[in-house]
């Protein structure tokens, strides 16, 4: 499934990083979804199950900056596995670039 979205993405890293990283996420979201299951009815695990992805989605700090983000947002950041995911495809992207670009831009911003 991950590698359906390879071409969109479009990252440097190679296409089994890639994946791997996304089997990686996807095993994270099926041991909340086990979890979910054993500790709540049918029913109830489905519902908040879409909810939490949902949630999760939506505070994965990607769109909203986390320093923008109160405490709640940025607890549920934390937990985020798409947070951690597009973290980890930024750093995999940034390391096959040169160096400048790992710089943060008061290194080469000018003053004025």
Do not use: H
Not at 50 to 59: D, H, P, T
Not at 76 to 98: G, H, K, N
Request: with cysteine; net charge neutral.
């Amino acid at each position: 499934f991950a590698s359906c979205f390879f071409p969109q993405v479009k990252p440097l890293c190679n296409y089994f990083e890639f994946c791997g990283k996304s089997i990686m996420m996807s095993w994270y979201v099926a041991g909340i979804a086990q979890v979910m299951s054993i500790s709540q009815d049918d029913k109830s695990a489905q519902l908040i199950m879409v909810v939490l992805c949902l949630v999760m989605l939506l505070y994965a700090g990607v769109s909203k900056p986390l320093r923008d983000m109160g405490t709640a947002e940025a607890t549920i950041a934390f937990f985020s596995p798409m947070r951690w995911l597009v973290e980890d495809l930024f750093v995999c992207t940034a390391y096959q670039m040169s160096p400048i670009f790992r710089f943060p831009t008061t290194w080469y911003k000018s003053a004025g």
